[in-house]
């Protein structure tokens, strides 16, 4: 069960002269994603499985980006390329399929 959902958080407090960040989080999304980049230790576990962590990251491994925000006309241009894109890929897969499948 772990935390209710109102109890969750994440917390990155950087550290100027050492360059680097200091997490907490009870959140198990992040948990996941920084048991897989950092160096964390488990500080509770509820059925063997972390329900809060604590560690350190890189001044690297923390970015900041601006939210993308895409017009209508955008997202339906991103769709049309990706549908190329997938459509090319697939056709590039089938001929090579073809190809191969005819030396044996």
Sequence with gaps: ??????????????DYEEGSWTVYSTV??????LMEIGEVEIIEEENERPIAIGGTLTERQVSMKRERVMSEEQRQKSAEILKKTR?????????????????F
Aim: aromatic share 16%; net charge positive.
């Design 28 to 33: 198990p999304k992040h948990i996941r994603k």
């Design 1 to 14: 069960m772990g935390y209710a959902k109102e109890e969750m958080e994440t917390v990155l407090v950087f």
């Design 87 to 103: 459509l090319k890929s697939e056709m590039e897969f089938r001929c090579f399929f073809l190809y191969n499948s005819r030396k």
